[in-house]
C-alpha cells in the first residue's frame, strides 16, 4: 500500500476473468486496485482491476501503480467531493 496525495492505493495481483475482443472469457493476469482514504483507510472508496493485455501492456506492479496514480488523478475531485458529503 502506498500513499498518493490525501489517499492510499492498495494493489493485490490476482488471476481476473476478462472478455476478449470476441466476448470470449478468459483467464488474466493483473492487479486489484483499491482506492482508500488516508483518514479512514478501514473501507475503500472504489475497487477497479486491471489486467495485462488490457489496461497493463505488461504485468507488473510498476505499471498497476501508473495506472492507478493516472486514473486517482481524474477521480480525486468525485472522491473528494464525496468524502465531503459524508
Known sequence: ????EEFFI??????L?????????ESCEGFLIEI?????????????SVAKGY???ENSEKEA???AEEYLEEMAEVYRK???DE
Open 36 to 48: 482508500l482514504d488516508a483518514e479512514n483507510s478501514s473501507y475503500p472508496l472504489e475497487i477497479i
Open 55 to 57: 489496461e497493463l501492456s
Open 65 to 67: 501503480e501508473e495506472f
Open 1 to 4: 500500500m502506498f500513499q498518493y
Open 17 to 25: 476473468i476478462c472478455q476478449n475482443e470476441n466476448n470470449i472469457a
Open 10 to 15: 492498495r494493489l493485490t495481483p490476482e488471476f
Open 82 to 84: 464525496l468524502l465531503e
